[in-house]
């Protein structure tokens, strides 16, 4: 059975995502209106696991198991379905 929140951490996630890959100020304001909306247990979890996921591409790609041949945002958005 898919999780309540499962479209809440997708939405987030590619908010995230936007906002990692551009590091742009607009992004970075859709992302703030976003969290406004949520809990702060669900801006934690999506927080959570987005670090996780960024550590866990970071650390494959040190030790030569990951190449980022794809832009950031779409190995993100792809890999978190």
Known sequence: MP???A???QQLTGLL???W???DHD???VLADRFQELS???V???LVKFWALARAVQALGEVGLCTLNAPIDSIFVHGSE
């Open 21 to 23: 890959a551009t590091g």
């Open 7 to 9: 479209t809440v951490d």
């Open 40 to 42: 702060a247990e669900q």
């Open 17 to 19: 995502v936007q906002f």
């Open 3 to 5: 999780r309540k929140n």
């Open 27 to 29: 992004s970075a304001r």
């Open 44 to 46: 934690a979890e999506a």
